[in-house]
């Protein structure tokens, strides 16, 4: 791997939480507020959980039950995943050596494109 992207070991002890050499900040940054990260967020919270519906799946029963043990696991944390996105990722932004604000860029990104036309738009010279 070259310098700026972690190896294997390294991305693993990054999702124990472990923090990363300084030379590869920008990766931190591009996964943490970079496009697709609250796709990965979502897919890093979920693989942990699979064998356990796997293993649900052999369960005897009929298989509404099973799909209920599922779903049982499965809507929580799905719904804290969502709750603890921002709290997560201003985590390891901190950890990491970066500005735990990067978090809010998009968001105030936004709202100053939308200032800016409202301002356009309603201007009083």
């Known amino acids: 791997m070259s310098a700026t992207q972690p190896s294997l070991i390294q991305r693993v002890k990054y999702l124990l939480g472990r923090p990363l050499p300084d030379g590869m900040r920008e990766w931190v940054r591009n996964d943490v507020v970079g ?4 796709r990965r967020y979502f897919i890093r919270g979920i693989l942990p959980l699979i064998p356990i519906l796997i293993a649900f799946a052999f ?3 009929p298989l509404i039950i099973r799909l209920c043990m599922m779903l049982l696991l499965l809507l929580p944390l799905i719904y804290f995943q969502f709750a603890l996105m921002r709290v997560y990722r201003r985590h390891l932004l901190h950890s990491n050596g970066l500005d735990p604000d990067l978090v809010n860029e ?3 990104r936004r709202k100053a494109d939308t200032r800016s036309e409202y301002e356009n738009i309603y201007r009083r010279d």
């Open 59 to 61: 369960v005897p029963g």
């Open 35 to 38: 496009p697709g990260n609250a």
């Open 106 to 108: 998009s968001r105030d």
